[in-house]
């Protein structure tokens, strides 16, 4: 049993920045691949980033490269998305996930956030 809960989004203009938190309610996070995803309108949910459940690993999708980064304290329960260089088709909701596998398909992942509303917009 995970729950999770995502803060920090909001409205900022293209090449701003955001920082996206995820805080767990579990104390077993180091069992966990954390995720962090977007849904856009009329759009299949998108893996942005993963990271392993040491910390040593992570993955990006490749329209995010360069731009974001995930990290965890597992200590705190918590997963986070630095979002830097934001455009405006980063603008979605998203969602931090929970899962077993090392992946950024969405239905590997067994436990979800409610979601965050990030919009880019000038």
């Known amino acids: 049993q995970v729950q999770l809960v995502e803060s920090g989004g909001g409205l900022v203009q293209p090449g701003g920045s955001l920082r996206l938190s995820c805080a767990a309610s579990?104390?077993?996070?180091?069992?966990?691949?954390l995720g962090w995803f977007r849904q856009a309108p009329g759009k299949e949910r998108e893996g942005v980033a993963i990271?392993?459940?040491?910390?040593?690993?992570?993955y990006y999708t490749r329209s995010v490269k360069g731009r974001f980064t995930i990290s965890r304290d597992n200590a705190k329960n918590a997963v986070y998305l630095q979002m830097n260089s934001l455009k405006p088709e980063d603008t979605a909701p998203y969602y931090c996930?929970?899962?077993?596998?090392?992946?950024?398909?969405?239905?590997?992942?067994?436990?979800w956030g409610q979601g965050t509303q990030v919009t880019v917009s000038s």
């Open positions: 990271i392993s459940s040491s910390g040593r690993s992570t």
């Open positions: 996930a929970a899962g077993r596998d090392f992946t950024l398909r969405a239905s590997s992942y067994d436990y």
């Open positions: 579990s104390d077993t996070m180091d069992d966990y691949v």
